[in-house]
Each structure stands twice: as C-alpha cells, then as structure tokens.
T-cell receptor
C-alpha cells in the first residue's frame, strides 16, 4: 500500500543540537513533497515544499530538506535547534496524476520534537 | 482575512447522534478539504472539494457527508456518530486545486464520541 513513513516518533534534543527527521514514501510516480509543523496549540503550517529542481530546499526558520529520489526520502534538517522549535512535524506527499485528487495530501504519522533549553 | 475558521473547537457526542462541523474560509479558495488526525496515524483525508458544487471522497470517507454550496463553506456532517470517529478534525483550503498552492489549515475541532 502507498504510504508515508516517519520513523522517529519522539525526538528529544538540547538547544544548539543538529536535527534530522526522516521521511520516506512509497509512491512510485512523480510526487510533490512537504513538511508541515504544528506548534503546541496552533494550526498546521507549511515549513517547506519540493516540486522540482534543486533537491535541497530551504524553508522558514532555518529548516531545509533534501529530496533523494533513489531513496524515496525527503528528510528534514536544521543545523541548530532552538527551544521554540518544540513542535510536531509532519511529512506529506501529493502524488501527481492517477486518481489522486488535486491537492490531496498523504501525511506521515508525525514526529514530536522536544528541545530542552 | 480570518483565514480558515472551524466551529466548534470542542464537541462531545453520544453514539448515534448527528452533528455538523463547520469550516469557512474568506480567501476565495477553490479547494477545500477535511482531514482527521488520530494518535499514531497522522492526518488522513476524509473528503475534498475542488469548487462549489463539486465534492469527492478521500481516504476515509465512511460515516461522513459533505456539501459545497458556496465557495466559502465546506461543512462536514456526521450522520450517526460512532466512538471510532473520536478524533481531531482539520479543515484546509488552497487557492487552486493544485499542490503547488499552499494549503492553509484551520485550528481544528476536537470531537469525542461516547
């Protein structure tokens, strides 16, 4: 079955540590890729997205992600986390073509990040 | 702009009751959708709409109905609530039904079915 996997369920880091959150997907065709963040008590908001071109994309708040097509991966990175990065992070995929609807997203299960001051 | 608004924020229902979760956006967005978020399962698409008068099913449509009579509103109806529908429900919208357009999410409705 098609799916989006986030293997890290809960990550705990100290401030200034580097972050990498994994995301793998199983859709075989062309996909658009997204990372969303949900801060405590807030809406989901877009961190970054990849459609085509340079596989290294930069988003808001110093986050970046690298698309590796051969590995079906879209890992999120940040060189130095801050306490304010404490949130839940979701990887999402929009498979293009086929019967999938226009802007429909398939989400991973999420990774909760706790940053300790 | 108020963005995407959802009401109510919290709701408790008894099994078999019906209710409507409201979603509205004031950004003239064509595309609207409903997701449910369950622990350990991420967000799953329930229904979506690519414009007024057009709706379609997502991954988990059973037990839910939708309609889109106006561009602004996209209500989600639970006809006969079941405990399995206990979840947090998010509405989202984008300007066009294209994944190149950023989706904006509402604040969510936390529903408990007893």
């Amino acid at each position: 079955a098609q799916s989006v996997s986030q293997h890290n369920h809960h990550v705990i880091l100290s401030e200034a540590a580097s972050l990498e959150l994994g995301c793998n997907y199983s859709y075989g065709g062309t996909v658009n890729l997204f990372w969303y963040v949900q801060y405590p008590g807030q809406h989901l908001q877009l961190l970054l997205k990849y459609f085509s071109g340079d596989p290294l994309v930069k988003g808001i708040k110093g986050f970046e992600a690298e698309f590796i097509k051969s590995k079906f991966s879209f890992n999120l990175r940040k060189p130095s986390v801050q306490w304010s990065d404490t949130a839940e992070y979701f990887c999402a995929v929009n498979p293009l073509g086929g019967q999938t609807g226009a802007n429909n997203l398939f989400f991973g299960t999420g990774t909760r990040l706790t940053v300790i001051p | 702009n108020a963005g995407v608004t959802q009401t109510p924020k919290f709701q408790v229902l008894k099994t078999g009751q019906s209710m409507t979760l409201q979603c509205a956006q004031d950004m003239n967005h064509e595309y609207m959708s409903w997701y449910r978020q369950d622990p350990g399962m991420g967000l799953r698409l329930i229904h979506y709409s690519v414009g007024a008068g057009i709706t379609d099913q997502g991954e988990v449509p059973n037990g839910y109905n939708v309609s889109r009579s106006t561009t602004e509103d996209f209500p989600l109806r639970l006809l006969s609530a079941a405990p399995s529908q206990t979840s947090v429900y998010f509405c989202a919208s984008s300007y066009r039904p294209s994944s190149t357009d950023t989706q904006y999410f509402g604040p969510g409705t936390r529903l408990t079915v007893l």
